[in-house]
């Protein structure tokens, strides 16, 4: 487990492309039906990139975003890192392509982390215990993905996701009373759930393996993540989960006996964007002042893997 003092999140920001292709639009287009797909996975619509658009043009809006949020200019970021599972190019890495969109210097170091739709949580992870040994002070982390890029859109299976990005800034904050918590987790003997096998172009989901998963994994971190901090349920005030479906957060809801109303959601707008759920969900919670400080906020995320892990956080 990973237990950081006296580090804020300084900043949030997200950014999603103009593109919006309903769910209607794409049961009438397969034949399937629309009202499943409401009712089981709570999509109405989804952001998709246009064919000039990529990752990092995405990731360095929701940087941006995010630095003015935190009352900073772009060469105070000292440290760049961003989670994707959909880079623009093999190499170089996300980050350094949105290093220079940004401006920053050379002095900066930026790498990529890849655990799909976790992705944020480790390299979140990752940011605090870089500032924790006090090699960095300002640290980016990024979450975005553009898993319209490799979705066959003639499948059934299209409609779970979308393109977005959101970004945090993360800063030491000596004398606060911020802390911030997390267990992450990893099972390659899932491996088959979700990926790209060598060669194909697209993703290949076994989506009944991904619902029996998500709600055992996503349940048992939470829980071990409170129990490991001396907090129960009851002392959560909001949850930012990722955003796999709304069928498996109600059921997470159930299991943990914590009221879906603390649950946040996005996917009727966003669907799963995957690497980006988490810092885009909570910029906008964020922005619309559903957090004050001293919450206990719990972030959560399921993705290919398996990855999976929890985190607590108290708000400042």
């Known amino acids: 487990m990973a237990f950081f003092k006296e580090i804020k999140i300084a900043g949030t920001g997200s950014f999603t492309p103009s593109k919006v292709v309903t769910s209607e639009e794409l049961a009438n287009k397969l034949g ?10 709570g999509i109405v619509e989804r952001r998709i990139a246009g064919g000039d658009e990529f990752s990092s043009d995405l990731g360095a809006q929701a940087a941006k975003n995010a630095i003015e949020s935190a009352g900073l200019a772009p ?16 190499a170089p890495s996300t980050a350094c392509l949105i290093q220079e969109k940004l401006g920053v210097s050379n002095r900066c170091p930026a790498f990529d982390i890849n655990a799909v ?16 040994s006090r090699a960095y002070q300002n640290v980016l982390v990024v979450g975005v993905d553009t ?13 779970f996701f979308g393109d977005g990005a959101g970004a945090v800034v993360l800063q030491s904050a000596p004398g606060s009373s911020s802390f911030f918590s997390s267990k992450l987790f990893a099972d390659g003997t899932g491996k088959d759930g979700f990926t790209v096998y060598p060669g194909d172009l697209f993703f290949t989901m076994d989506a009944r393996s991904v619902y029996e998963t998500g709600t055992t994994v996503l349940t048992q971190a939470i829980r071990e993540v409170l129990a490991a901090n001396g907090l129960s349920v009851g002392d959560v005030s909001a949850v930012i989960p990722h955003q796999p479906s709304v069928r498996v957060l ?3 809801s159930e299991l943990l006996d914590i009221p879906f109303s603390k649950f946040k959601t996005n996917m ?29 906020v ?19």
């Open 32 to 41: 399937s039906n629309v009202d499943w797909i409401y009712s089981n996975l």
């Open 147 to 159: 898993f319209s890029k490799i979705t066959d859109w003639n499948r059934r299976d299209c409609v």
């Open 268 to 296: 009727d707008k966003h669907a799963n964007t995957a690497s980006a759920t988490v810092p885009l969900l909570l910029d906008q919670v964020n922005r619309r002042g559903e957090l004050r400080s001293g919450d206990t």
């Open 298 to 316: 719990v972030f959560a995320a399921v993705g290919s893997g398996w990855t999976w892990g929890a985190a607590v956080y108290k708000w400042q």
């Open 75 to 90: 060469n105070d970021i000292d440290l760049i890192i961003v989670a994707t599972a959909t880079p623009d190019r093999r």
């Open 250 to 252: 109600k059921r997470t």
């Open 117 to 132: 739709c976790s992705g944020f949580l480790y390299a979140m992870t990752l940011g605090f215990q870089l500032i924790e």
